[in-house]
């Protein structure tokens, strides 16, 4: 089974905070994601990457980076943490050569600004 | 670009009773449909997906969709739900380039006994 694990389930940090989140896949896919979910808008796409040292902007890239130096970690950066940022935090993964084009996602990161 | 519009933010139902979670899509180019399940406190999980062929795709643990071009939705059903279906639904679309999702808002079936 593919396991895509996530550093914490729940975080608190203060605004201005650097905040780290990270995320683990096991199973050599290439592309990994960060979404945002907040309730009645869905998962909203941050960023992703299509291999190592690549990342591309998603829809609400502002406010944070990433950064892939390992196949299997992605990490997704909040430079200076602001209240507007808590909610819940999912990353996803899938295999390039997969035509049926599955993400896999994580359990998830509830990240509290105070 | 695409978008997802699902219909309902919550579906409340009795068990046993039938169901169906809408969605609708807007895009200018063939899409991949999918509908991902959200467990409370746990991520999320494909339920089912349409990639091409036959319209209607079932999942293993009973629900069912079917693939609407002419109307742009596809919506999701099961004839027959259990307690153990409570939690939230999201369709999502991409395009034939596979690798970015867009998501609906999701809709949070309730069931009830």
């Known amino acids: 089974d593919v396991k895509v694990t996530q550093s914490s389930r729940y975080l608190v940090k203060r605004t201005g905070e650097k905040v780290f989140l990270e995320c683990v896949q096991d199973?050599?896919?290439?592309?990994m994601f960060w979404y945002r979910q907040d309730p009645g808008l869905g998962l909203r796409l941050i960023y992703f990457s299509y291999d190592v040292k690549m990342k591309e902007k998603g829809d609400i890239p502002e406010g944070y980076s990433v950064s892939r130096e390992k196949k299997e970690r992605f990490s997704l950066i909040l430079e200076s943490a602001s209240t507007n940022q808590t909610s819940m935090y999912l990353c996803?993964?899938?295999?390039?050569?997969?035509?049926?084009?599955?993400?896999?996602f994580g359990p998830g990161t509830r990240l509290t600004v105070t | 670009a695409q978008s997802v519009t699902q219909l309902d933010s919550q579906v409340p139902v009795f068990e046993e009773a039938p169901v169906e979670l809408r969605c609708n899509y807007s895009?200018?180019?063939?899409?991949?449909l999918f509908w991902y399940v959200q467990y409370p406190n746990q991520g999320l999980q494909l339920l089912l997906k349409y990639l091409s062929g036959s319209t209607l795709v079932e999942s293993i643990n009973g629900f069912e969709a079917e693939f609407n071009k002419s109307q742009t939705s596809f919506h999701l059903r099961k004839p027959s739900v259990h307690i153990s279906d409570t939690a939230e639904y999201f369709c999502?679309?991409?395009?034939?380039?596979?690798?970015?999702?867009?998501f609906g808002a999701g809709t949070i079936l309730r069931v009830k006994s």
């Open positions: 999502a679309v991409s395009d034939l380039g596979g690798n970015k999702l867009v």
């Open positions: 996803a993964s899938s295999l390039s050569r997969d035509i049926t084009y599955e993400q896999y």
């Open positions: 895009s200018s180019v063939s899409v991949y």
């Open positions: 199973m050599d896919h290439e592309n």
